[in-house]
């Protein structure tokens, strides 16, 4: 229920600002979603701040289930697009500006360990 409750929330804050969630990725680090804003079906001038509005509703809404918010947010033009085989294929984004995200995400969650430990 915990976990059907927290993509309930991911989905409403990233539609109510017309992102997409590309996956959701669970692993030993905890879960992770991959929000894109931007995407040809839904280019908004604007796309970044819909991002950053719809990271804040997370932020806000997220610790009322018990459970944490850390973004890492890049800007750039990047690859969107169908990726795979013809067996087995998926639509995804990828390219340096992801990878950067996914960096940033991670200080932040570093950085937020520092701050509760000290």
């Not at 995804?92 to 991670?106: C, E, F, H, I, Q």
């Amino acid at each position: 229920r915990r976990a059907q409750d927290m993509v309930s929330c991911v989905d409403w804050a990233v539609r109510h600002y017309d992102g997409t969630i590309n996956k959701f990725l669970v692993d030993d680090k905890g879960t992770l979603a991959l929000i894109v804003f931007g995407l040809p079906t839904s280019v908004h001038e604007n796309a970044a701040t819909r991002c950053l509005a719809a990271v804040r509703l997370l932020q806000e809404n997220l610790p009322s289930l018990k459970m944490s918010c850390w973004a890492g947010v890049t800007t750039a033009k990047t690859f969107c697009g169908a990726v795979g085989s013809r067996r087995r294929m998926e639509y995804t984004v990828m390219g340096d500006s992801v990878n950067l995200a996914a960096r940033l995400m991670a200080a932040c969650k570093d950085m937020s360990d520092l701050d509760e430990n000290a």
